[in-house]
């Protein structure tokens, strides 16, 4: 079955930075886009940052933009969230999610909804403090 394990997570301070690492298994990894959403307590799902089959597309919650890296090596069946200068509102679950019938027109606006996504990992806990 497919399975998602997201890993990285943990306590920081401000500033520091962290990198989440989202292994898959019993998919085509080559042929399904990645995405990262977070939910913080007592808020609704956010997206977060998502990339394309090959990597040469990546989006970007305009709250994390030039902070967040969104990586993927397809060799290693990982994509990967690299997050430099955090802050405390960063804390959250952090979820990566597989879709594996990405629109041929691969676009932002398509990339950050949710419901596009067929499988989420467990979610990894990162709190920031400040």
């Known amino acids: 079955q497919v399975q998602l394990v997201e890993s990285g997570g943990g306590l920081v301070q401000a500033g520091d930075s962290l990198r989440l690492s989202c292994a898959a298994s019993?998919?085509?990894?080559?042929?399904?886009?990645m995405g990262w959403f977070r939910q913080a307590p007592g808020k609704g799902r956010e997206f977060v940052a998502a990339i394309s089959l090959s990597g040469g597309s990546k989006y970007y919650g305009d709250s994390v933009k030039g902070r967040f890296t969104i990586s993927r090596d397809n060799a290693k069946n990982t994509a990967y969230l690299q997050m430099n200068s955090l802050k405390p509102e960063d804390t959250a679950v952090y979820f990566c999610?597989?879709?594996?019938?990405?629109?041929?027109?691969?676009?932002?606006?398509?990339?950050?909804?949710?419901?596009?996504?067929?499988?989420w990992g467990q979610g990894t806990q990162v709190t920031v403090s400040s």
């Open positions: 019993g998919l085509n990894f080559r042929s399904v886009a």
């Open positions: 999610a597989a879709d594996v019938r990405p629109a041929t027109y691969y676009s932002s606006n398509y990339a950050r909804v949710a419901g596009q996504y067929d499988y």
